[in-house]
């Protein structure tokens, strides 16, 4: 196994051990909501809930705020990153990353061409959610005709592994680390 390899991979894992804890579930925003709601319909049915059923609502409630709070601003400071223009591969921890070997391939999902900011952060959602599926990453770079794309794509060490999955996925070139540099999968 190369050098290189290892240390990437040791430095990938030594940043995703510190990652920012995942998102609350739907599920867990229901409860809460509902809690809410049972709450504000008590009170407006004139049966006054009492005040530790509200307490606990909103202490819930807040709980989930706060949680949340360092996986939003992870989000949206990719999301800031991804609408800069700029073209980079980011981590799923929001760092802008760069190897020294292995192959990029796009696909795992259709890419976003030129989103609102909304769209951009909705798909960095999604791939939080696949981010558990592989060595994953987000990308951002401008096609020929200036327009700015955003993709989810997998790191893959082998390049034939790396060009027989751009061909699965359609995709016509992969980006070659070693050479910081695009390649056509005809021409691998």
């Known amino acids: ?8 991979v040791q430095y990938e894992r030594s940043r995703t051990s ?10 867990d925003l ?3 909501l509902e809690d809410l709601h049972d709450v504000a319909q008590d009170n407006l049915d004139g049966s006054c809930a009492s005040f530790e059923r509200l307490d606990k609502a909103v202490g819930r409630a807040n709980d989930l705020i706060n949680a949340a709070g360092p996986a939003l601003a992870t989000i949206h400071a990719l999301a800031d990153a991804l609408s800069s223009g700029k073209d980079g ?40 959610q696949l981010r558990d599926t592989g060595d994953l990453y987000l990308g951002a ?42 390649l056509l999968t005809e021409a691998m």
Request: charged letters at 20%.
């Open 89 to 128: 591969t980011w981590n799923m921890d929001g760092a802008l990353v760069s190897f020294d070997s292995g192959y990029q391939v796009g696909g795992v999902v259709p890419p976003l061409t030129n989103p609102t900011f909304g769209e951009t952060v909705a798909f960095i959602e999604r791939a939080l």
């Open 30 to 32: 229901l409860d809460v």
């Open 141 to 182: 770079w401008t096609d020929p005709q200036g327009q700015l794309v955003i993709d989810i794509s997998e790191r893959i060490f082998s390049r034939v592994a790396a060009r027989l999955t751009a061909f699965n996925r359609g995709e016509t070139a992969v980006w070659n680390w070693h050479t910081k540099d695009s």
């Open 1 to 8: 196994m190369p050098a290189d390899y290892r240390r990437d």
């Open 18 to 27: 510190r990652a920012n804890p995942p998102l609350p579930l739907a599920t």
